[in-house]
């Protein structure tokens, strides 16, 4: 996170809530994301809903209650800060004999690829992450295995996927290892094409293997980007 020293206070919200940032302009509805720090490690949110207007909406319902979040909109194509901003998130209002008092677990994992902005010199770099939502990453243990499909249009072969994560594995271009589940907080990758030229990359998370007992595969949202 590269600004938040003086946010935007939105102020307080349930986490039953959904808030709708209005004062941001410039950017492309479904093309950005929030980035903010939990227990000492950066989060990622992608924005997957917005509001009649095209302004972005935040889903609290993966915030944790009675805690104070900073975080900073960023649009996904090219890094860029939209801004920084500032909320508390309470807890829902209900009846205090409800069981349970919050929503369960669904206990289904669901995905999303966040793409970086690629590098082209010699070869194409494309940096990409696996969004699990926070309160999923539960689902995940020592072992667990996520498949993943990629569509390249024009590539040549020889394309190749690798991470510095030393908390997951890299088994195959299309198979990653989670070696350290309680570490796990973003899944960061790199898919290497060599040559440079345009290149169109389709991702999605198809399923995933050896999970938490009462675990299940989610709907996983395919996402493109374009080499150049």
């Given at each position: 996170?590269?600004?938040?020293q003086?946010?935007?206070n939105?102020?307080?919200?349930?986490?039953?809530?959904?808030?709708?940032?209005?004062?941001?302009?410039?950017?492309?509805?479904?093309e950005?994301?929030?980035?903010?720090?939990?227990?000492?490690?950066?989060?990622k949110?992608?924005?997957?809903?917005?509001?009649?207007?095209?302004?972005?909406i935040?889903d609290?319902?993966?915030?944790?209650?009675d805690y104070?979040?900073?975080?900073?909109?960023?649009?996904?194509a090219?890094?860029?800060?939209?801004?920084?901003?500032?909320?508390?998130?309470?807890p829902?209002?209900?009846?205090?004999?409800?069981?349970p008092?919050?929503?369960?677990?669904?206990?289904?994992?669901?995905?999303?690829?966040?793409?970086?902005?690629?590098?082209?010199?010699?070869?194409?770099?494309?940096?990409?992450d696996?969004?699990?939502?926070?309160?999923?990453?539960a689902?995940?243990?020592?072992?667990?295995?996520?498949?993943?499909?990629?569509?390249?249009?024009?590539?040549p072969?020889?394309?190749?996927?690798y991470?510095?994560?030393l908390?997951?594995?890299?088994i195959?271009?299309?198979?990653?290892?989670?070696?350290?589940?309680?570490?796990?907080?973003?899944?960061?990758?790199?898919?290497?094409?060599?040559?440079c030229?345009?290149?169109?990359v389709?991702?999605?998370?198809?399923?995933?293997?050896?999970?938490?007992?009462?675990?299940?595969?989610g709907?996983?949202t395919?996402?493109?980007?374009?080499?150049?």
């Open positions: 996170m590269s600004c938040c003086n946010p935007t939105l102020g307080c919200y349930c986490s039953c809530d959904t808030v709708t940032i209005t004062t941001l302009t410039g950017y492309t509805p479904n950005v994301y929030i980035e903010y720090q939990f227990n000492g490690a950066n989060r949110q992608l924005i997957t809903e917005v509001s009649a207007t095209g302004q972005p935040i609290t319902s993966t915030l944790n209650e104070n979040y900073t975080f900073e909109v960023i649009e996904r090219t890094g860029t800060s939209l801004g920084c901003f500032k909320i508390k998130i309470t829902c209002a209900g009846d205090i004999f409800d069981i008092a919050l929503p369960p677990v669904t206990n289904f994992i669901d995905s999303e690829i966040l793409f970086g902005t690629a590098r082209c010199t010699l070869d194409g770099f494309l940096p990409f696996i969004i699990i939502p926070d309160p999923q990453l689902g995940l243990k020592d072992g667990s295995i996520i498949n993943l499909a990629f569509t390249i249009t024009g590539a072969t020889g394309a190749y996927m991470s510095d994560d908390n997951i594995e890299v195959s271009p299309t198979q990653i290892k989670i070696i350290s589940a309680a570490a796990i907080t973003t899944i960061s990758l790199v898919f290497k094409i060599p040559g030229g345009a290149y169109t389709m991702c999605v998370v198809t399923s995933f293997d050896n999970l938490v007992a009462g675990w299940g595969n709907t996983h395919p996402e493109t980007k374009n080499i150049f």
